[in-house]
């Protein structure tokens, strides 16, 4: 049986997610379509605004046969750290063929980038060392690293083959072409022979805001609004006890925005975490005598916080800002946004340096969270043959995934505590069967 893998976050689903899994499957000629899903909390260091079990319903009535949860501690990490997560979970269950959205589809010139960045030669580094010491950010610099080597021969590239700069730049600038590109550089790294499969994004950019709401979208095609616009338009809506305007439930995948029309379930945003998160800081803080030298030594200790961060963290910390006020003033110039809220968010989850490097050495799990029959098929087929256990019945394997149970069980009482019905934990939420 032939599968075909996505990696999603699908905060929510939509329309064009159900259009882009359907593309992948007619594109790729599987069987099968297997999803690896973040959990409860996702890439840009911030909650899903529904848990993953309704998010993982939601895909499989959408199309997915098998929905695989990414790890928490890839699932809040940098794209490359996502991206190895996410292939390391595909390549367990001998998915070979991968498949991404894409703004340009240009899979060549997308696998030399890929290829040059999983060798890092000396010379890219240099470029990018040099750039950030100007005060680029990361993402900056390497568009400049690469734009040297490949379109101006400096380093890799010879004559014949210097690309124009701006089709460099515009790959650069595409989110989704970004995830493309670190999913074959960690294939190659990983030495897996995946085939890459690149469906072609259509409707609304990757999280472009909603400036007004669009016509109501017809069944079956993918909507004009962002998933970043559709949660904006649900958090409003739930903050002023309503239901979301037609429009933007017409994006919505279709079971979901049923229970959302009925307010079955109930959004969170990083606001609903402000004061657990606020509270760690503060202990931290009291800890060390509110020594912000010290205090900043220990916010080190987690993931994704380098010194110069973790001193603006105990430096800058109020408990009078809201979430985007705090991130918005411990960010810099060359230190992003979605940075500073991943390593908010390893505060938050008490994700610390030691514990991401056993996920870096390799995956430790496969997790399920549901399946069709075709994908419990297709499971059976490939479960005895990973290099790592496959759990379907999270007693016989609670300490192996402590991160991951840490963070639904965090989740599910802010739920609660929000307003919602207080959810199954990880031992009695069962598997979804569709």
Not at 65 to 71: A, G, S, T, Y
Not at 187 to 204: L, Q, T
């Amino acid at each position: 049986m032939k599968a075909v893998g996505i990696t999603a976050e699908y905060n929510p689903m939509h329309t064009g997610h159900i259009w882009q899994m359907g593309e992948a499957r007619r594109l790729s000629g599987a069987d099968c379509t297997v999803v690896v899903m973040s959990g409860d909390f996702v890439q840009r260091g911030a909650p899903a605004v529904y848990d993953k079990y309704t998010r993982a319903k939601a895909a499989l009535t959408g199309g997915a046969d098998l929905v695989l949860e990414l790890p928490v501690v890839y699932a809040v990490s940098s794209a490359e750290m996502f991206a190895l997560g996410a292939i390391r979970t595909l390549a367990a269950l001998n998915v070979s063929c991968v498949s991404f959205g894409s703004e340009s589809t240009d899979l060549s010139l997308m696998r030399r980038i890929a290829s040059f960045l999983a060798c890092e030669p000396a010379v890219y580094r240099e470029y990018i060392a040099k750039a950030m010491r100007q005060g680029a950010s990361f993402p900056a610099a390497r568009e400049e690293a690469l734009v040297q080597v490949f379109c101006h021969n400096s380093g890799e590239a010879v004559p014949s083959s210097l690309i124009p700069e701006d089709a460099v730049r515009r790959l650069l600038r595409s989110p989704n072409d970004i995830l493309g590109i670190e999913y074959m550089k960690a294939a190659e790294r990983e030495h897996c022979s995946c085939e890459f499969v690149p469906v072609r994004r259509i409707g609304a950019r990757h999280d472009a805001a909603a400036l007004t709401l669009p016509e109501v979208t017809r069944e079956g095609t993918p909507g004009e609004l962002s998933a970043s616009a559709i949660r904006e338009q649900i958090l409003r809506a739930s903050r002023d006890g309503k239901i979301p305007d037609p429009a933007v439930l017409s994006c919505i995948a279709p079971g979901l925005s049923e229970s959302v029309r009925r307010k079955e379930i109930l959004p969170l945003s990083p606001e609903d975490f402000r004061q657990v998160l606020y509270a760690k800081i503060e202990d931290i803080l009291y800890r060390y005598g509110y020594s912000k030298a010290c205090a900043a030594q220990e916010l080190t200790q987690y993931e994704d916080i380098p010194e110069s961060v973790a001193m603006r963290i105990a430096r800058l910390f109020d408990p009078a800002y809201s979430m985007d006020e705090f991130i918005d003033t411990v960010k810099t110039r060359n230190v992003t946004r979605a940075n500073v809220a991943r390593g908010l968010t390893h505060i938050l989850l008490e994700i610390r340096k030691q514990a991401a490097e056993k996920y870096r050495g390799g995956l430790p799990y496969v997790r399920v969270l549901g399946f069709t029959k075709t994908g419990q098929r297709y499971l059976h087929e490939c479960a005895r043959e990973a290099p790592c256990p496959v759990i379907t019945k999270t007693a016989d394997f609670g300490d192996l995934f402590a991160e991951d149970r840490h963070a639904a069980n965090l989740y599910r009482q802010i739920y609660a505590a929000a307003g919602g019905r207080l959810m199954p934990d990880e031992f009695r939420a069962g598997i979804i069967r569709l």
